[in-house]
């Protein structure tokens, strides 16, 4: 439709004529019938018009002029102008009517073919050229609808991208913010002030390091160093000062901005975790001291049993003592003596023990040599064994030294060398070894031991009756014991076990029943022979 030629020519055989040349030139054309047919083939496209002057009218209404007034902006659609012949000049209104065609070529009559062909074939020229410029147009024309349909498009996903980062920015419960290495905040979250109750004003003017806890400014320094070279988030936490005068435990996620000037921190207020966190260690103290209350309870019963048994063997002593004073009979006292005696201090252990037991005694650790203590024990060990039990001390050559508490590993020793004799009733070999226990990293290597770093063992090894694993389970378990009443308070242990894992160490034991029972303790190597753990104490 585009390249076709509408042709207007009402008088005579004007149209056929025209038709016929203009098929011989290769073109398409189209005859109109009248000027309103004109118009409505115009509608449909057309590359030019030929028509003839005498069909054209002279009313400005009618529809031909109506449709050129309406043309697109790109278009001029290009007529070939067949004029009348005519003697003088055309009238002002003729010459208006033909102005309002706009760009037209008049060709008068006669007309050679070939003028009228290259006519109509520079007409369609021109109107070939006026597409390019439609279709530059209607590019255009989409380029721009795209590019605000986009920017529509973009502002709203910018928009709700912003109220979504605005939304957690303000409801956020931790507290949100932009700084600087320098201690400069540049924007905070509102969860700042409902935290700590600094207007958004105090918290972006002052220095931030002015409200950590001066016991924490190196460590934040350090930090935020560190993350600044690595470009890596960090953690940590501190103490923040609070409006109202008090410190509250944050916990920070800081990470940094690609700038190497600015990060970003996410506070979390541990205050609650915290309240919550020795809310729970007091209850489990509470608990811990409930259970011990009850056992002690529960025991106070056999104790006191004990304990009046003890003071019967006292009391029943000395009533023969007095009884064969009076009567005069003073040899053979002796036996009684030692009889009272005995039990006076069996109760007085069990005192002791039960003090021990009970207290919470600090532990006043020095470096030490292991061997030199053990061998001043060797008199007391002897004498504790009696005479059916052959006592010998193995010692490390170089054993390393330890931090110990003297009086208290003396004390887990000797417990360990009285248990070891009650398990040998009729004799046996005792044996008490020291040796250097070094690191090696590696679990189960010594015996599953939980000492992690070089240590220095200490065995107690009798040939004794031997543990069965139910009682190996439960023998570290105060007031546990396999002996008469009277004989054991089942606190020996315990006792010793305490003392150890006050002193970093461990105990172990292995034994095979009617064989042998070997108590290990661990002691961890203490590299500086200087006192410089003197203020350790611990509970
Ligand atoms: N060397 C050992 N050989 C065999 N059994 C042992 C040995 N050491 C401890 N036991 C067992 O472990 C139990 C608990 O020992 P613990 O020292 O705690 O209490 P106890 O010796 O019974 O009483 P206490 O030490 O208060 O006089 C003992 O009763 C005994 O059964
Ligand atoms: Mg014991």
Not at 243 to 268: C, L, M, N, Q, Y
Not at 377 to 383: H, K
Not at 498 to 524: A, M, N, Y
Request: hydrophobic share 40%; glycine share 8%; with cysteine.
């Amino acid at each position: 439709m585009d390249d076709r030629i509408l042709l207007l020519a009402l008088r005579g055989r004007d149209a056929e004529v025209i038709d016929q040349l203009l098929s011989g030139a290769g073109h398409h054309q189209q005859i109109c019938h009248s000027l309103p047919d004109l118009a409505q083939q115009l509608v449909q496209g057309a590359g030019a018009v030929v028509v003839t002057e005498e069909s054209l009218s002279t009313d400005e209404r009618n529809p031909l002029y109506q449709w050129l007034e309406r043309q697109e902006p790109w278009s001029d659609l290009p007529f070939v102008l067949l004029a009348t012949k005519r003697i003088g000049k055309r009238s002002s209104l003729a010459k208006r009517m033909l102005e309002t065609l706009g760009n037209f070529v008049v060709l008068e009559r006669p007309i050679h073919g070939e003028t009228l062909i290259s006519a109509v074939n520079s007409a369609l020229r021109v109107r070939k050229r006026q597409y390019v410029g439609r279709q530059h147009l209607a590019n255009l024309k989409r380029a721009e609808e795209t590019l605000i349909a986009l920017n529509a498009s973009l502002e709203t996903r910018v928009d709700e991208r912003t109220a979504e980062r605005d939304r957690l920015w303000t409801l956020s419960e931790d507290m949100l913010a932009r700084a600087d290495y320098q201690g400069g905040l540049h924007s905070v979250s509102p969860a700042w002030t409902r935290i700590l109750g600094y207007s958004e004003a105090e918290l972006l003017t002052r220095p931030y390091s002015d409200i950590i806890h001066p016991d924490n400014v190196s460590d934040v320094v350090a930090a935020l160093n560190s993350m600044r070279q690595t470009g890596q988030p960090t953690r940590f936490e501190n103490k923040i000062l609070a409006a109202d005068e008090t410190w509250k435990p944050i916990g920070w996620t800081v990470s940094p901005e690609k700038d190497g000037v600015h990060f970003i921190a996410i506070g979390r207020d541990l205050s609650s975790e915290k309240a919550r966190e020795t809310e729970l260690a007091r209850s489990q103290e509470q608990l811990r001291q409930a259970q011990k209350m009850e056992a002690v309870g529960q025991l106070t019963g056999g104790i006191a049993h004990d304990f009046n048994n003890l003071l019967q063997g006292i009391t029943g002593s000395l009533e023969v003592v007095q009884r064969r004073v009076s009567n005069g009979r003073v040899d053979d006292l002796d036996r009684f003596i030692s009889g009272a005696i005995g039990s006076a201090n069996r109760a007085a252990a069990l005192t002791h023990r039960l003090l021990a037991f009970s207290r919470r005694q600090p532990i006043d650790p020095k470096p030490i040599a292991a061997n030199p203590l053990i061998s001043s024990m060797e008199d007391l060990l002897r004498r504790t064994l009696g005479e059916n039990i052959v006592l010998e001390l193995r010692l490390a050559d170089d054993l390393w030294p330890t931090l110990c508490d003297v009086n208290q590993l003396e004390n887990a020793i000797l417990n360990l060398v009285i248990n070891a004799r009650d398990a040998m009733p009729d004799g046996g070999a005792l044996t008490v070894e020291t040796a250097n226990a070094p690191y090696v990293g590696q679990p189960g290597s010594r015996q599953s031991n939980e000492v992690t770093g070089d240590s220095i063992r200490i065995s107690v090894i009798d040939t004794g009756s031997g543990m069965s694993p139910e009682v190996i389970d439960r023998a570290f378990d105060p007031f546990f014991t396999t002996k008469d009443v009277g004989e054991g308070t089942g606190l020996g242990l315990s006792v010793s076990y305490g003392i150890i894992k006050d002193h970093g160490g461990e105990i172990r034991v292995d034994s095979q029943i009617g064989q042998f029972t070997r108590f290990t303790i661990f002691l961890p190597y203490q590299r500086q022979p200087s006192g410089k753990r003197d203020s350790v104490t611990m509970k």
